[in-house]
């Protein structure tokens, strides 16, 4: 494929096979698309999969372009592509008869749109289809959903970064700005999420040749105790939260637990940064947390931490989806510590949970749990401070240049 291709590839999940467009659909991809639907419409048919177009990153659906899908997809109206697309979007696509097409809003109205059945979908009339896959067991199914359901919600916040570079740097489209984002991330070792997300909430940048001033030398990690036991690349992200969560289930003694992070670019709710323990049906409810009854959401408001002896005595979380998820799992017993900064402000939660109901931690181990909270934090802190300001200053300094490359024919429709 080449670089112009408006189509890139989202590995297949048990059901449906996810094909992502990004860019202006014009009369110069017609050829290419009508290309690339036959061979995806094929394969999901050979899979037993239904397709999603996801078409959240594109900015224009050409006249053109609508009647190379009406023609692709016509055969399908009993089993029609779901597609996935902003409003506006929507509403050009809605300018045409496509009856092998049913729209939606979202990836997740999508996917749960989806027939309970997971028998293969039908092959279009040319190509007989083979045998698919065995239907998916209920727990893997729910994993897949919560990963599509996942994807969602960072394409979502990724597609306003890149909207924001193509402003900021006269980029030919969201390609080219997905492509820094990716580089930067790549470079930097931060995750692709993180820093579309200081994209989205940092200051512009100060100067052409710096994106901040006065900086100086960085300061060093923190000297907690937590960071000295952990030893490892304390710029390695994922590796540092795994450790914080493995400690506080070790000094909790529990069977099971999360970490949340505040995600600034999300009114600093609660964004699952990793977990031990618990199945799909849980984390999927707790993916995203904005506020209670969920324990996390509770000891993040206080400031202090937040414990349920027992979820089914606890008439708002036993009510919730979380809480029952919950039970459904054996979990009983919930305890969760902030990760409050010197500044006293809440970067985030650890949350522990046990089998048997009790009134638990003891006390002594609740005091541990507030020293590596507070350790914890002061990284996250000093990581947000120092790395991911790098991998914005990278970014700025390794722009493309203005009119250093030609624009693409859907630069300005991606501007619009």
């Known amino acids: 494929m080449t670089n112009r291709s408006p189509l890139t590839m989202v590995p297949a ?65 009993g089993a029609p592509v779901l597609v996935v697309a902003t409003p506006e979007v929507r509403k050009e ?98 995750p692709l999420r993180i820093l579309a997300s200081a994209v989205v909430t940092a200051p512009p940048p100060q100067t052409d040749a710096h994106w901040f001033l006065g900086r100086g030398t960085h300061a060093p990690p923190p000297d907690t105790a937590f960071v000295r036991a952990y030893g490892g690349d304390v710029t390695d992200r994922c590796h540092v939260l795994a450790a914080a969560l493995d400690t506080a289930i070790a000094v909790a003694e529990a ?34 947390v904005t506020g209670p009854p969920v324990v996390c959401a509770v000891a993040r408001e206080r400031l202090a931490p937040a414990a349920v002896p027992d979820v089914a005595a606890d008439e708002a979380l036993s009510a919730h989806p979380a809480g029952q998820a919950l039970l459904a799992a054996g979990r009983r017993a919930v305890y969760s510590v902030p990760l409050i900064t010197p500044e006293t402000y809440c970067t985030g939660t650890l949350t522990l949970h046990r089998n048997e109901p009790g009134i638990w931690p003891r006390p002594a181990r609740r005091t541990e749990l507030a020293r590596l909270a507070a350790d914890v934090a002061a990284w996250r802190s000093w990581y947000r401070r120092t790395v991911v300001l790098d991998a914005l200053e990278h970014l700025h300094q390794n722009r493309p240049k203005r009119g250093a490359a030609a624009r693409s024919p859907d630069g300005g429709a991606g501007k619009r």
């Not at 209920?138 to 394409?155: C, D, N, V, W, Y």
């Not at 992070?261 to 849980?282: I, S, V």
């Open 13 to 77: 999940t048990d059901r449906a096979t996810v094909v992502c467009l990004a860019g202006a659909l014009d009369t110069d991809c017609c050829d290419r698309l009508a290309g690339e639907l036959t061979r995806h419409l094929d394969r999901a048919a050979r899979q037993g999969h239904r397709l999603v177009l996801d078409m959240t990153a594109v900015p224009a659906v050409a006249e053109a372009a609508r009647r190379t899908l009406r023609e692709e997809t016509g055969c399908l109206a």
């Open 93 to 190: 696509l809605e300018q045409d008869d496509l009856p092998g097409m049913r729209l939606h809003g979202t990836l997740v109205e999508a996917l749960t749109s989806l027939p309970p059945s997971t028998a293969p979908a039908p092959v279009r009339p040319a190509r007989p289809r083979r045998t698919g896959k065995p239907p998916a067991d209920a727990e893997s199914m729910r994993g897949e959903i919560f990963g599509l359901r996942a994807k969602a919600r960072t394409s979502g916040l990724i597609g306003v970064a890149q909207g924001m570079l193509i402003a900021r740097y006269d980029l030919p489209g969201p390609a080219a700005a997905f492509a820094l984002l990716r580089e930067g991330s790549q470079q930097c070792n931060v």
């Open 255 to 288: 069977d099971a637990g999360e970490v949340h992070l505040t995600d600034p670019a999300q009114d600093h709710a609660l964004f699952l940064e990793g977990r031990r323990g618990l199945d799909a049906a849980y984390w999927d409810q707790v993916a995203l």
